[in-house]
């Protein structure tokens, strides 16, 4: 079974600039979520979708962040613009279904914001 | 809640020697529990679990054990090997809400 994928592994830009990630679940897992992680500390929620819908977004900085499932497959993340305080790995993980309380998690994107 | 650094506790231990990796959590409220083992370079990887109604649990070379009354959290390696070195992870859930993860601790596994 193919996990999860996330690309791109590594990005560098300044602050003020604009960068996405992109995420594709494990085939059949309706349930994606996305984390920050930065270093030293443990991963943090920003966002989780139910198939395409957004069950919670608590702690995603919405004036700068947005994420999107359109198809209810892959998603993206977005960051606009930028802050130094942004530099950190983005993971994305899935589930089969929210309430499973198993989720797996792809390799992440690191971002350097400078 | 958690807590934050850039120093995250690092355990080391001589291959071949048992390990005991501790975690405090915080929310009394949660039901499930679980222990992640990260890599350099990759995303966590689930280890074991535990739900509030058992004390202990058992899975392949590790056993997790869970004390309620002072919210506390175990994860024992047996016989510790090189590929066990990594930053672990405990992260609780209360009633299928959001995973909350604790800081983490390097093991360090010296040969």
């Known amino acids: 079974e193919a996990g999860v994928a996330q690309s791109p592994r590594y990005k560098i830009i300044e602050k003020r600039q604009s960068v996405a990630f992109w995420c594709n679940p494990i085939?059949?897992?309706?349930?994606l979520y996305w984390y920050q992680q930065i270093l030293g500390q443990g991963p943090k929620l920003l966002i989780q979708?139910?198939?395409?819908?957004?069950?919670?977004d608590s702690q995603l900085p919405k004036d700068r962040f947005s994420a999107e499932r359109l198809k209810g497959v892959d998603s993206t993340l977005k960051i606009q613009p930028a802050k130094l305080e942004d530099s950190a790995v983005y993971l994305c993980?899935?589930?089969?279904?929210?309430?499973?309380?198993?989720?797996?998690f792809g390799p992440g994107t690191r971002l350097t914001v400078t | 809640g958690e807590s934050v650094g850039l120093h995250l506790p690092t355990l080391s231990v001589q291959e071949g020697d048992n390990s005991i990796i501790n975690c405090a959590y915080s929310?009394?409220?949660?039901?499930?529990f679980i222990w992640y083992k990260q890599e350099s370079g990759k995303g966590p990887q689930f280890i074991i679990d535990?739900?509030?109604?058992?004390d202990k649990r058992q899975g392949q070379r590790v056993t997790v054990l869970l004390n309620k009354t002072v919210k506390h959290l175990s994860l024992q390696i047996a016989a510790t090997q090189p590929g066990d070195s990594a930053v672990y992870f405990c992260?609780?859930?209360?009633?299928?809400?959001?995973?909350?993860f604790g800081a983490g601790t390097i093991l360090r596994v010296k040969s």
């Open positions: 993980a899935s589930s089969f279904q929210p309430g499973t309380y198993e989720q797996y």
């Open positions: 085939s059949g897992h309706a349930t």
């Open positions: 979708f139910q198939n395409n819908g957004v069950v919670d």
């Open positions: 929310n009394s409220a949660s039901d499930y």
């Open positions: 535990i739900r509030s109604n058992m």
């Open positions: 992260a609780e859930n209360s009633h299928g809400n959001k995973l909350v």
